[in-house]
């Protein structure tokens, strides 16, 4: 209370210093006006000549010969009724950008119109504010500073719309002055507007961020209905931000352990929920590293989960232009849970693909029958699986990770979205590095992920020698291999020589089905299943005649010794080969004509040794 009472008597002092500077000396002061803790020592006649309210107190109780009168919640407090006292005693002062909020307010509340005395001072308020602020962008932006702290009555009596209004009629106005300026002649005689970083009639940005949230977003509202650039607004969302919410540093930098005051929170949850609000609609009107920072606000101040998923939505609809440090939004949850919030990215990614979907072209149609080899979309889908396989490797380490989320980021993405498995595999590798209890039944699940055909030859070599992998896996792995080196080695068959069909079957198929349509795309990939079902089929006909060749073998070497025998025999089981292919040099005979060669040999054996 002490330290109350010094502050009063501060204030009162340093009131009756002012107002004694041009007060009447000679006149002794017959009623005295207390505003806010200030008291004013005042003579009744020149205030009740300008002031309705004055008058009509003094006239209340002329009966009492009232000497004091208290104005509570008088706007601007003691500094502008001292203002106000200067009019009534004909005192001249300046009326500027910085108080004519308040002389509109004081005048209003003081009842100070032409009702009572000719050019008083609310019509004098009222013509700088029309004639000088309202023509003025910066001037605007000074008022609406002061009416914060003036409100409702500022609203009222229209002064923060009419400040609003001008300020956004302003900046329309000079971005089609701006525009008119750039455009230019092309080199083929079109009219056409010239690029430019960045233009020059956005100075208007910085000014705006002064401005309480409130009252920016009413100025950002009204310049989308005026029709300004949403590139301009993105900007001005962008500048507010980044003053507004990197005051706390602790906001932008999640491993800090500083304890963030509550009201400070509250008032920056109210930002990011405002902004996100006042984005504009089109694509890339802002960053995607700009959202991605709010989202990571707007998770860690817990914000409306409308904010969120508004943010998620446009984040998805430009995710092919983010890198992997964007989607690297941390966890704010409770300890024991996951580094990184994995369920937001994976909402993002749905985003995404619906978006791809829902705004797809009618007339992207005709791809199916076109020779193009990718369209736009196909072009954000590889980028966006490289992303997510980048980010799969990033989040495997954690120990917390479980398989099912896991599991639903790399099974977001269609099967032709990835061109090559390479990273996807080490994703994958690493995440069974770092949860070695995982069971085989989560192993192969994990492993089914991987289309071992668009293994790179170093990432399938690596891969055949993985001991983490299942046993299925790593045998898939060396059977795609073989078949890769049977590629090779037919490009060096002479063009007239007739191959198999499963020798012209290439390898590399699974990479350049990603290129194709999704219908063509099916149909190879059905071809292919059947190329594939038939190659098992020979491969098991081969086991066969392998087995009953090994039986012979063990019943010849039970009833003879016969060195002739073993020879002969070693000469004939050198022809056979498990893929198909006969070892000796300068063998082109086909897989087919092999095989049936290999049988001959092996129904002759068996006859001659029984």
């Known amino acids: 209370m002490d330290r109350t009472d010094k502050q009063q008597l501060s204030l009162v002092k340093g009131t009756r210093q002012r107002y004694n500077e041009w007060i009447f000396r000679d006149v002794p002061s017959d009623i005295t006006i207390e505003v806010n803790g200030g008291a004013f020592s005042l003579h009744k006649f020149p205030l009740v000549s300008r002031s309705g309210r004055i008058r009509r107190i003094v006239a209340e109780n002329r009966d009492d010969d009232i000497s004091r009168v208290v104005l509570n919640n008088l706007p601007g407090g003691a500094e502008c009724f001292e203002l106000a006292a200067k009019f009534c005693y004909g005192i001249n002062f300046e009326i500027t950008s910085t108080n004519v909020a308040q002389l509109c307010c004081v005048s209003d509340y003081l009842e100070m119109t032409e009702d009572f005395s000719k050019d008083n001072l609310g019509s004098r308020a009222e013509e700088y504010l029309e004639s000088v602020v309202c023509k003025n962008l910066e001037m605007c932006v000074e008022v609406l500073q002061q009416c914060e702290s003036l409100l409702p009555l500022a609203d009222e009596l229209k002064v923060v719309i009419r400040c609003i209004d001008a300020i956004a009629s302003k900046a329309c106005a000079e971005q089609i002055a701006s525009s008119f300026s750039r455009l230019e002649y092309s080199s083929s005689g079109r009219l056409h507007m010239s690029r430019q970083a960045k233009c020059d009639s956005d100075w208007w940005i910085e000014d705006l961020s002064v401005l309480r949230i409130d009252m920016y977003q009413r100025v950002i509202t009204a310049m989308k209905c005026r029709g300004v650039r949403p590139e301009s607004i993105g900007a001005s969302l962008v500048n507010y931000a980044q003053k507004e919410l990197t005051k706390k540093s602790s906001l932008w930098n999640p491993s800090s352990q500083t304890k963030i005051d509550s009201d400070s929170s509250m008032h920056e949850k109210l930002v990011v929920e405002t902004i996100v609000s006042l984005l504009p609609v089109e694509k890339l009107a802002v960053p995607i590293t700009f959202l991605f920072g709010l989202l990571r606000s707007a998770v860690m101040l817990d914000c409306t989960i409308a904010s969120r998923l508004d943010l998620e939505r446009r984040i998805g609809s430009q995710l092919d232009v983010a890198t992997l440090d964007d989607i690297l939004v941390p966890s704010f949850k409770h300890a024991g849970d996951t580094l990184f919030d994995v369920d937001t990215v994976h909402r993002i990614l749905v985003n995404f693909f619906q978006q791809d979907d829902s705004e797809e072209d009618p007339e992207d149609a005709s791809f199916f029958e076109s020779d193009s080899p990718r369209s736009p979309s196909q072009t954000a889908l590889v980028k966006v699986s490289k992303l997510v396989d980048n980010y799969l ?58 289309d071992f055909q668009k293994l790179s030859q170093e990432a399938g070599a690596h891969a055949a020698q993985n001991e983490r992998l299942p046993l299925q896996s790593i045998v898939q792995v060396l059977y795609f291999e073989q ?25 590399s198929s699974g990479a350049l089905s990603a290129a194709m349509s999704p219908r063509d795309n ?45 020879s002969s025999f070693s000469k004939k089981i050198g022809k056979l080969s498990l893929f198909g292919h006969s070892s000796s040099r300068g063998s082109t005979s086909p897989s087919k004509n092999s095989h049936r060669t290999d049988s001959k040999v092996i129904e002759r054996t068996c006859a001659s040794t029984e």
């Not at 994958?428 to 699940?445: C, E, F, M, P, R």
């Not at 012979?552 to 010794?561: H, L, N, P, T, V």
């Open 483 to 507: 078949l890769r080196l049977r590629n090779s080695l037919s490009c060096s068959f002479g063009e007239d020589d007739p191959k198999p069909i499963h020798q012209s079957w290439r390898i």
């Open 393 to 450: 490797a990033e989040i495997a380490p954690d120990a917390n990770l479980k398989l099912s989320k896991f599991l639903v980021i790399a099974e977001t993405l269609p099967a032709h979205a990835r061109t090559v498995h390479d990273a996807l595999y080490r994703a994958i590798d690493i995440y069974l590095k770092a949860h070695q209890g995982l069971s085989d039944v989560d192993k192969k699940k994990l492993c089914r992920l991987i």
């Open 522 to 566: 099916y149909a190879s990939l059905r071809r292919e299943n059947r190329e594939l079902k038939l190659e098992l089929a020979r491969l098991r006909m081969r086991l066969n005649d392998l087995e009953r060749e090994h039986a012979c073998m063990k019943r010849d070497m039970a009833k003879s010794g016969s060195r002739k025998f073993m």
